[in-house]
């Protein structure tokens, strides 16, 4: 079966293989989606339609009260056999996985993540490893990560990205999720904001880097975005119709990376900014706002530094002085600066990838220059960074560094190693590779008020 050409309704891509022109073949193995109205009550149905008889339900303390005690019932009035942990190990690292694996049932033959966002990642990571499937029940919805195939986890201090499995099923009851906090449900509508950079990102990769593209799974994911955003101003009354179109649009975003086999349809420069946030925080022992608000306003920083860009003659015989000016050493002494314990596995990234040496960047500078006017036309398409600002104010949701605890030493820092965080290439890479990246961030930092200054916020909800 060829992949549509049109987009098309979220079953259309559950468990089928497709053949594409891009030349892959994809593949999503997600097999069954329940969003909507006491879609938990489907549970049952599902578990027993699949086969399963021993069930491992993970939870925290706050997800227990909000889905599991009602998982626990609904399971049990069925008559199938279920254990349930509420997690205490929520740093959701190395730790996490040994209580996980310490209190999961000899016989268990499906794993339950309760909740979103981090358990969902370590349930992910841990099925995986220990041959289980799993299912999802969403306890709200801030982030597109439900029915991706990769787990971001705590991984001696570093946040890093392992391949993990697509749940089998994901359960999205509006009537739950409709009553999520309203800052996880804003985040939400952050994480699909984060969708046009990311694609951007995708694009230049190809055009700069020669890197494979598929132009209908981007296209599935623009249309996705495009769909949910025409309802952002019911997000507020917690319309549960709403809060169902964000969470399937969430779930799409999530097949698009499975149909894919990695986070390129759907991550980018904006959410490596939520990463390395998330890095620095736990390293400070402070607590991030969710991951889908850090996305906005990567988002909005992007953009921001993107029409800086766009306002700068750009001189690729300086951007080559720059590259062959590039001292590694120099490099790697500020990346341990920069990100503390974590620095090694930047290093060992980058070591084996390579993406900064000077031979590469060279040859990227040409491609840039030969392709600049193509590369205008891309960033020229992208929404303002006024247009999403307005959009996350509307909203009560933070659109600037500073309302997400970020102040100017720690965004300095974020504009010029974030990127290190992924060996991909994104618009950041290419500001590097032109030699701008430092000068561009500081004019985009200028402009931005913090505490400590008397500029007017970006917009006023």
């Not at 497709?18 to 149905?45: Q, T, W």
């Not at 008889?53 to 279920?82: F, P």
């Not at 690729?316 to 920069?338: C, G, L, M, Q």
Request: charged share 20%; glycine share 8%.
């Amino acid at each position: 079966m060829e992949l549509p050409q049109t987009p098309m309704e979220l079953n259309t891509y559950l468990n089928q293989h497709f053949i594409c022109p891009c030349g892959k073949e994809h593949f999503a193995s997600l097999r069954a989606v329940r969003i909507g109205k006491d879609a938990l009550y489907e549970l049952p149905n599902l578990v027993k339609l699949m086969g399963f008889e021993s069930l491992y339900l993970v939870s925290d303390a706050i997800t227990y009260e909000i889905a599991g005690k009602a998982c626990r019932k609904i399971l049990e009035d069925a008559g199938i056999r279920n254990h349930l942990i509420q997690l205490t190990h929520t740093g959701f690292d190395e730790a996490t996985l040994g209580e996980l694996t310490i209190q999961m049932p000899m016989d268990c033959d499906l794993v339950i993540a309760v909740g979103t966002g981090a358990i969902n990642d370590m349930v992910r990571f841990f099925s995986y490893r220990m041959g289980r499937p799993f299912y999802t029940v969403a306890t709200a919805a801030p982030m597109d990560g439900f029915a991706s195939s990769i787990a971001a986890i705590q991984s001696n201090h570093l946040k890093t990205t392992f391949d993990a499995q697509t749940p089998t099923a994901i359960i999205g009851d509006t009537e739950i999720l409709k009553n999520a906090p309203y800052s996880m449900i804003a985040a939400g509508l952050g994480d699909l904001l984060g969708k046009f950079t990311c694609l951007c990102d995708w694009k230049l990769a190809r055009l700069i880097n020669g890197e494979h593209y598929c132009e209908r799974i981007v296209e599935l994911v623009e249309n996705c975005v495009t769909k949910v955003l025409g309802d952002a101003e019911k997000v507020k009354a917690r319309d549960p119709e709403t809060m169902g179109k964000i969470m399937e649009g969430l779930v799409l975003a999530g097949v698009a990376m499975s149909l894919y086999g990695n986070s390129r349809p759907a991550s980018g420069c904006e959410h490596h900014m939520s990463h390395y946030w998330e890095m620095i925080f736990e390293q400070t022992g402070k607590r991030p706002v969710p991951h889908g608000t850090q996305v906005g306003v990567g988002t909005v920083l992007i953009l921001k530094l993107v029409e800086a860009l766009r306002k700068t003659p750009v001189d690729f015989d300086a951007a080559r002085a720059s590259a062959i000016a590039y001292d590694p050493f120099s490099w790697e002494n500020k990346i341990r600066e920069a990100y503390g314990p974590a620095a090694q596995g930047v290093i060992d990234m980058e070591s084996a990838a390579g993406k900064n040496e000077t031979a590469g960047r060279l040859a990227r500078i040409d491609r840039i220059e030969a392709h600049w006017e193509e590369i205008l036309t891309l960033l020229e398409g992208l929404p303002s960074s006024d247009q999403i600002a307005h959009i996350l104010c509307s909203l009560d949701s933070p659109c600037l560094p500073d309302q997400i605890g970020v102040d100017r030493t720690l965004l300095k820092k974020t504009y010029l190693y974030c990127k290190e965080v992924r060996a991909r290439y994104t618009i950041l890479q290419m500001i590097w590779d032109l030699g701008l990246l430092d000068t561009l961030s500081d004019h985009v930092i200028d402009t931005l008020p913090f505490a400590d200054s008397s500029k007017e916020p970006l917009c006023h909800p």
